[in-house]
């Protein structure tokens, strides 16, 4: 993974927002902070269960631009063209 951009950036970004840390997250989606941290590196997926609670939290926050493809997958597609542009 590049060096320069972090997994996960929307969703940091949303945890930040709302001066969130990644045990708050855990308690979402009914994991250890342990779970989060080898998600949020990328080391271990989010389920499709554990995306859909996260994305209704932030919506129920008022979040209305938030997105399953922005939040879990649209970083990944930066990684790819930054790759493929070197």
């Given amino acids: 993974m590049s060096?320069?951009?972090?997994?996960?950036?929307d969703l940091r970004g949303l945890l930040a927002k709302y001066n969130m840390t990644f045990a708050d997250l855990a308690k979402v989606i009914g994991k250890s902070e342990?779970?989060?941290?080898?998600k949020m590196n990328n080391t271990?997926?989010?389920s499709l269960?554990?995306?859909k609670?996260?994305?209704?939290?932030?919506?129920?926050?008022?979040?209305?631009?938030?997105s399953a493809d922005k939040i879990f997958f649209d970083w990944m597609s930066t990684i790819v063209d930054k790759e493929e542009a070197q």
């Fill in 3 to 9: 060096e320069s951009l972090k997994s996960f950036p």
């Fill in 34 to 38: 342990s779970s989060i941290n080898l």
């Fill in 44 to 46: 271990v997926g989010f």
């Fill in 49 to 51: 269960a554990e995306c």
């Fill in 53 to 66: 609670a996260i994305l209704n939290y932030f919506k129920n926050r008022g979040e209305k631009e938030v």
